[in-house]
């Protein structure tokens, strides 16, 4: 039978043929993604790093350059190096700071050399809690040291996890160090990176639409950067320097707390309020002194009602609430890195929320499509 009477079976033919060659193309993409993906997947969290911190930081690039008469390359390099003077050096000494005092306090423990000093007499005589603390802390007092021979077996697990500790501070630091690097990199070329992000993001939704969700996901990583993960990390700092120049103990685990609290959305008082109380406990600080140490503590502490409000949800076309549980949300599920991608992911939520809402189906403007439809050529 020849093919040609039968134009039903040569169609079908056809079909089955450019079908089979989808398949085949679409198999080969998939491969090749999954390919590109695993030999990306050990630098992921380190470009995303890079990318926050490009974003966060280009305008002041921008700035710079201008300053420098346009050199991009000039511009991101000064700014590495002086992110890495004002930002990678004090780090490493405040979380060097806490690894030494949790090293230091473990080794105290092995060598029986820890013990609890007496409580002041004063300390009965505080409202309410004065008598049980008083009553607490002698009972620390008198029998710490049984207790720390009955912890002799745990202290070498205990002295490893310090060390590793230590050692996973020093990672994370040189990591940041490394996507600072990158992120001067991606800032010196900026313009052409920016043009590309907003031609993926053009493809996906729409021209017009794709360069707003470029600038509304580039404003929500700064006002998250700043308002959240920036004031936390300053405030973190700030009371973790006052607390090594006051030389009170553990300033560098304290320090870590209050960033982990100033992330968590967590007043910082619950840290700095109980460090002065021990500054005026204790016998080893004078009246001047002391109340130097106080103010600077309060001061810190409540730093971040001051910045927070300046900073979390400046330039960003959605309402501070929406970041701000967008970027808890995120830390919940996944981390710091993931306060960056829910805050941005419910920015962007939001507002496609918010202009459904605006649409009136009934009403068509052509001018709104031309900006939406795809070119045909």
């Avoid at 500054?279 to 009602?305: C, F, H, I, Q, R």
């Avoid at 920015?347 to 189906?361: C, E, F, K, N």
Wanted: hydrophobic fraction near 60%; include cysteine.
């Amino acid at each position: 039978m020849n093919m040609l009477a039968r134009p039903d079976l040569v169609l079908e033919t056809r079909l089955s043929r450019k079908l089979m060659d989808v398949y085949i193309r679409v198999g080969l993409v998939l491969a090749l993604t999954l390919l590109c993906y695993r030999i990306f997947a050990p630098f992921i969290t380190m470009m995303a790093w890079a990318l926050i911190l490009a974003v966060t930081i280009y305008p002041g690039h921008q700035a710079l350059a201008r300053k420098l008469g346009g050199k991009q390359g000039l511009a991101a390099t000064l700014l590495v190096l002086g992110g890495i003077a004002l930002i990678v050096v004090p780090t490493a000494v405040v979380f060097g700071s806490m690894g030494d005092s949790v090293h230091g306090t473990i080794e105290r423990v092995r060598a029986n050399a820890f013990a609890v000093p007496a409580p002041p007499a004063r300390v009965a005589e505080l409202p309410v809690v004065g008598p049980k603390l008083h009553g607490f802390w002698s009972l620390a007092h008198t029998d710490m040291p049984a207790v720390i021979q009955r912890m002799q077996p745990e202290l070498g697990e205990l002295a490893a996890k310090a060390l590793g500790m230590v050692a996973s501070i020093g990672g994370t630091i040189l990591l940041f160090m490394v996507s600072f690097i990158i992120a001067g990199i991606i800032m010196a070329f900026g313009e052409s990176g920016a043009k590309a992000a907003q031609s993926i993001l053009g493809r996906i939704v729409g021209s017009r639409r794709g360069e707003e969700f470029a600038v509304l996901g580039t404003s929500t990583i700064r006002a998250v950067a700043l308002g959240v993960v920036g004031v936390a990390f300053i405030q973190a700092m700030a009371v973790g320097i006052i607390m090594i120049l006051a030389e009170v103990p553990f300033a560098g685990v304290l320090a870590v707390i209050v960033l982990v609290l100033g992330v968590a959305q967590v007043p910082a008082l619950l840290v700095t309020v109980p460090v002065i109380a021990y500054v005026w406990l204790s016998k080893d600080y004078e009246t001047v002194p002391a109340v130097v140490d106080t103010a600077l503590l309060l001061v810190a502490g409540m730093l971040d009602n001051v910045l927070k409000p300046l900073l979390l949800g400046r330039g960003v076309d959605a309402p501070m609430p929406v970041v701000l549980i967008g970027a808890l949300g995120g830390l919940a599920g996944a981390g710091i890195l993931g306060m960056f991608l829910g805050a941005t992911a419910l920015s962007l939520g939001y507002q496609i929320l918010m202009r459904w809402v605006a649409t009136d189906p009934d009403i068509v403007d052509i001018a709104e499509l031309e900006g939406e439809l795809p070119i045909v050529s």
